[in-house]
């Protein structure tokens, strides 16, 4: 993440997520911080948190629980003299795996001779807006193009996220000589005998995601623009033939989207150019070999794109904010003060928060204190149901409790969790509410029946085993 520069505030909800910041500067979102968005769309705290361009590993070292959190220096040392290999001796590495990997229709083939082009961006990083300029320039001139392989190195790709902008850097993005964008990922993990870390692949296949998301947003404007530059021109060969302006067939404005979003569907145009299966170039085993797998990202599209729609509708989440939240960071406000605001936004604590939050030792120690059955995983959590503490399970496993009262009692705090999900019950009927209340119930019924049978298997286990332990006087188990 980046700090920006704060100018004029535009809107109401700028400037009052302005004022939950506090003095602080925003923190920009970048690649990675939207795809640990994706990761955990049901956590309100990181939402209203990103949102508000709050620094969450300064909040985290004043809530007492600092994250060591980003890459190590060597892996990313490692990184860069990988990625470097790849795109030395004029990306001869990359053209052979892209030929290989992704199977492009007849004429092109593994083995085609279309000549490769690698256009000169602009790299100065003082220059953002240029940068993004030279981009849209290249994709626009390769996509003039067919049966050329174009190779874009670093570009920089905008993204509109909750009213703000933001700056997103792929490795690679190659244009085809077919036509079809596809973003290259390029990471320092190995890939082991065909195989890698599904952790590490899903952190990089969301964080293309993200790049393929900017470069689709990228190709409808180029797209949009391409058309209002042809009404533009036969609105003027109109006009000359019939010397009026013609009332209704210009209706959308510059830069205007005509797709709607969706990414199992296909865009027409352009926009549907950026392939929504990237290319994951890693080294091959132990060594520093180049080897590559496609990846399809439509999945963590459409994840990210609902985070992002959910972080422009985040006037929901700050409407359940205490009156004067704020997550100011000034040193003359009180630590505790800064613990009860984080308190009163809702986290959804998982294990796996640890590789993408700064927050998440924080989380980790509110969700321990609390007994929570999240420290145990999404899977252990998903199978209990409406039991929420690890006390309330081991009651029931031992057929001391009853669900029904911690049920019901969850049911007033608010959120339940029925087969379907999370519910919210606050603004229900009375009817929704009942409803919602008998089918936790069967859901936290079926949890304590499930762990009082596992306790009796257990029972049983143990108790068959119990003659194999018994030892004999001389100390030797007995025979
Ligand atoms: S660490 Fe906390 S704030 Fe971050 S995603 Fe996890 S639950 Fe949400």
Aim: aromatic fraction near 4%; charged fraction near 25%.
């Amino acid at each position: 993440m980046n700090h920006v520069e704060t100018g004029a505030l535009r809107t109401p909800l700028e400037q009052r997520l302005a004022a939950l910041r506090g003095s602080a500067p925003q923190r920009s979102l970048d690649a990675r911080a939207l795809a640990a968005l994706a990761a955990n769309p049901g956590c309100r705290r990181r939402a209203v948190l990103d949102a508000a361009g709050v620094d969450k590993a300064a909040l985290a070292g004043r809530l007492g629980h600092p994250a060591p959190f980003g890459q190590s220096p060597f892996a990313i040392a490692r990184g860069l003299s990988f990625e470097k290999r790849i795109t030395s001796d004029g990306f001869a590495d990359l053209l052979e795996l892209l030929r290989h990997h992704l199977a492009l229709p007849a004429p092109y083939g593994s083995d085609d001779a279309c000549p490769v082009e690698t256009p000169q961006l602009v790299t100065d990083p003082k220059r953002p807006a240029e940068r993004v300029a030279s981009t849209r320039a290249a994709l626009a001139r390769a996509s003039r193009t067919p049966g050329v392989w174009t190779l874009l190195h670093h570009p920089l790709l905008r993204l509109a996220v909750a009213g703000s902008t933001v700056l997103l850097e792929p490795d690679v993005i190659a244009v085809r000589p077919d036509g079809r964008w596809t973003v290259v990922e390029i990471k320092s993990f190995p890939i082991l005998d065909g195989g890698a870390d599904p952790a590490k692949v899903g952190a990089a296949a969301r964080q293309a995601a993200v790049y393929v998301l900017a470069l689709r947003a990228t190709a409808a404007e180029l797209d949009a623009e391409a058309a209002d530059k042809q009404a533009a021109d036969k609105k003027v060969v109109s006009q000359e033939t019939a010397g009026k302006p013609e009332d209704d067939t210009f209706r959308d404005g510059p830069g205007a989207l005509r797709e709607p979003f969706d990414p199992y569907l296909e865009p027409e145009g352009l926009a549907g150019a950026p392939s929504g299966t990237v290319l994951l170039v890693c080294p091959k085993d132990f060594s520093n070999r180049p080897t590559a797998a496609t990846v399809d990202v439509r999945k963590p599209m459409a994840v990210t794109r609902r985070q992002l729609d959910r972080l422009t509708r985040i006037e929901e989440l700050l409407d359940a904010l205490p009156p004067g939240s704020s997550f100011d960071l000034a040193p003359d406000r009180a630590d505790s003060e800064l613990g009860s605001t984080v308190a009163a936004v809702g986290a959804a604590y998982s294990p796996d928060c640890l590789a993408s939050c700064e927050l998440a030792f924080h989380c980790r120690a509110e969700a321990r204190c609390a007994g929570a059955v999240e420290t145990l995983g999404r899977g252990v959590r998903g199978e209990l149901g409406s039991l929420r503490t690890v006390d309330e399970a081991l009651a029931a496993a031992q057929g001391t409790a009853s669900a029904a009262p911690a049920h019901s009692a969850v049911t007033e705090q608010g959120p339940v969790v029925t087969k379907q999900g999370p519910v919210v019950t606050e603004q229900g009927s009375a009817v929704t509410k009942q409803a919602v209340a008998e089918e936790a119930v069967a859901v936290a019924d079926e949890a304590v029946a499930r762990l009082a049978h596992a306790a009796a298997l257990r029972a049983e286990a143990l108790a068959c085993a119990v003659p194999n332990r018994v030892h004999s006087p001389d100390g030797g188990p007995e025979a």
